[in-house]
C-alpha cells in the first residue's frame, strides 16, 4: 500500500501538520507527497520528506490556499490530484489518498489491507448531520485497489475535464456520481470520523479528518483538540 498526498505551496502547513502527527504519533506510514510547483516540493525534500514535483496537467496555482468546493480553482487543483492518483495505481496495488487537513492517529495499514480484500474501494463516510441519509463518500480519506476500472475512474484523459471543475463538489461528486459502479463500503465513523463527526461525538479514533472548517477556523479547531503538531 502506497499513501499519498498532494499539496502546494499555499497548503503546506496542513500537509506539514499530516506528516508530523504520523511522526509524533509513531506511526508506522510513509506518505509521498505530489506537489504541484517547485517551491512546496523544494520545501519537502529539503526536510527529507518523500516528494514528487507532478508536471501539471492544467495550470496550478501555487499561492491558492481557499481549499473549498465550489470554486473553479479548486476544480482545477482537483485534477491534478486525480493524475496523482491514477499515476500511484499505475505503480501499486493498493493507493491510500489522505488530505492534508487529515492528521493520524494510530495504525491502520494492516487494518485497510485487509478490509479492502472484497472491495474496489473503502470510503470515509462524509458524514453531515443535516443529511437525513448518510452515504457520500469523502474524497480525502480513500483506499483504492488498482484495477483496469479503479485506474480509468481516474485517468484525466478519461475525463470531461469542464464537467468535474464544475461539479460542486468538483472530486467529490465525481466519485459518488460514478461509486455504484464500484464494490465499496465505508469505514466506521468513529475509527475514522470526517470533521463533522468527530466534533459532534468526539470519539477515540485512528485519523481525524478536519473537513468542514475553513481557512484560520480549521487550524483553531485542530489546536482545540491538540492536533496541531507545528
Partial sequence: ??????????????????????????????????????????FFK????????LVPEEP???????????????????LNKFVSIHKTLLEYEHVLYIDGDIVVKENFNDYLVQEIINYDFLFQLDYNPKREIQNEACAGFMLIKSNIETIELFDIKKINKKELINLPSHDQT?????????KYRFLLPSNFPNGAYFSKFETNPKMIHFNYFVGQNKIKTMRKYKEWYL
Avoid: P, R
Fill in 1 to 42: 500500500m502506497q499513501a499519498i498526498t498532494f499539496t502546494n505551496y499555499g497548503y503546506i502547513k496542513y500537509t506539514l501538520n499530516l506528516l508530523k502527527s504520523v511522526e509524533v504519533n509513531n506511526v508506522n506510514l510513509q506518505i509521498k507527497i505530489f506537489c504541484t510547483d517547485q517551491k512546496s516540493y523544494n
Fill in 46 to 53: 529539503n526536510k527529507n520528506y518523500y516528494a514528487e514535483l
Fill in 60 to 78: 496550478t496555482i501555487e499561492k491558492f490556499t481557499t481549499w473549498k468546493a465550489g470554486v473553479s480553482d479548486f476544480g482545477i487543483m482537483m
Fill in 174 to 182: 465525481y466519485i459518488n456520481l460514478n461509486k455504484d459502479k464500484f
